[in-house]
């Protein structure tokens, strides 16, 4: 019997690292580009964060006058937002962002670093989908950062792969595919001068063509996919997309 999903366990193991881990892991400007063009996206509206976690996003985009409120299933997640300046302020709901509600409409839903894939099944993310059109205002935005599926590099079954390489810090992501379900289960191995921490994860992962079909299925429609926050061109080539979808 498949163990039943917790939408907090994610952040029990990695909450008091996770900046750490992702500021060395995501591109050097990655960061403002995505900010950018979330402000541009929204047009001066409302914004709803699915997973907003420690507020990566939501915060910088507070301090450029939009109203951000974010749904999360980790307190530890959200404790790591409320300690920062201005994290009081932002209201989160907690739940899981494929189910829960909060009130008002919104210009703009945000699903970013790969959080559509923390929802163990298809029907889970379908329902994501349908709870952000839910959420969103006539012509609103639903924006989703994920990487593209490669299994090949893992076709045996199994992957290791060097993350990082520094003098404080050593990660490595070990990974095994179950193809027919479509899933990832991952442990990052994080060495540091401190010890080292097993971070385990699991994604149950889809190409963009099907994230597109679960967009159709909430009424909403694509209209954007990047290779990155940068709008490069998304082509064959490319290992991550910022699809945005129109209701």
């Known amino acids: 019997m498949a163990q039943a999903f917790d939408a907090s366990a994610y952040g029990q193991a990695i909450a008091d690292v996770y900046d750490d881990i992702y500021s060395a892991i995501i591109p050097e400007g990655s960061t403002a580009s995505a900010v950018d063009r979330l402000q541009e996206l929204a047009e001066g509206g409302p914004v709803l964060e699915f997973g907003i976690g420690t507020g ?30 201005g994290g009081e302020e932002i209201p989160v709901t907690m739940g899981d962002f494929a189910t829960t509600r909060v009130p008002g409409e919104f210009s703009l839903v945000v699903l970013a670093v790969n959080t559509i894939y923390a929802l163990p099944s298809q029907d889970a993310q379908i329902g994501c989908f349908r709870n952000a059109a839910a959420h969103l205002r006539p012509g609103g935005r ?14 045996a079954g199994t992957a290791l792969r060097l993350l990082v390489v520094g003098e404080r810090r050593v990660l490595v992501e070990a990974a095994r595919l179950s193809r027919a379900d479509q899933m990832m289960h991952t442990t990052k ?46 082509t064959d080539d490319s290992r991550a997309h910022v699809s945005v979808y129109r209701l």
């Open 189 to 234: 191995i994080d060495m540091t001068a401190d010890g080292l921490r097993l971070l385990p994860a699991n994604h149950r992962y889809a190409w963009p063509a099907e994230l597109d079909l679960m967009a159709r299925l909430a009424g909403m429609e694509h209209e954007h996919r990047w290779a990155d926050w940068c709008r490069t061109p998304f």
């Open 142 to 155: 639903f924006v989703v950062e994920a990487w593209v599926p490669d299994i090949a590099s893992s076709w």
């Open 56 to 85: 990566r996003l939501a915060l910088p985009l507070v301090k450029r006058g939009l109203t951000v409120v974010g749904i999360d299933g980790s307190t530890d997640m959200v404790d790591e937002l409320r300690a920062k300046p």
